[in-house]
Nanobody
Framework: QVQLVESGGGLAQPGSSLKLSCATS????????IGWFRQAPGKEREGLSC????????LNQDSLKERFTISRDGAEKTVYLQMNSLKPEDTAVYYC???????????????????WGQGVQVTVSS
């Protein structure tokens, strides 16, 4: 069945970088857009970025686009989120998800994504 597994999180110091991975299986990776979300305690799930089936288009949250970069590797069937200049407010559980739209990026709302990874904790603290 469809599986998405996040990895690469953990504890990071402010100003440092992390690269999250979303390894996928159980579906035709090259036919689907994939998005990244995060959720901090007590807050709603927040859409971060989405990349189209072929990597040629993206949808990014304006407030994060200078620090967070999404990419995908068709051979590895993996989507990445490069996070730079990390801040304490980036602390959250980070999720990747498959879009209900097979090829293009949906709006960065959880409703438009149908399969989710388990999430990975990112903690930014000195």
């Amino acid at each position: 069945q469809v599986q998405l597994v996040e990895s690469g999180g953990g504890l990071a110091q402010p100003g440092s970088s992390l690269k999250l991975s979303c390894a996928t299986s159980g579906f035709s990776f090259g036919d689907y857009a994939i998005g990244w979300f995060r959720q901090a305690p007590g807050k709603e799930r927040e859409g971060l970025s989405c990349i189209s089936y072929d990597g040629q288009s993206q949808l990014n949250q304006d407030s994060l686009k200078e620090r967070f970069t999404i990419s995908r590797d068709g051979a590895e069937k993996t989507v990445y989120l490069q996070m730079n200049s990390l801040k304490p407010e980036d602390t959250a559980v980070y999720y990747c998800a498959r879009s209900k739209w097979t090829r293009i990026c949906a709006p960065l709302r959880p409703h438009y994504f149908d399969d989710w990874g388990q999430g990975v904790q990112v903690t930014v603290s000195s």
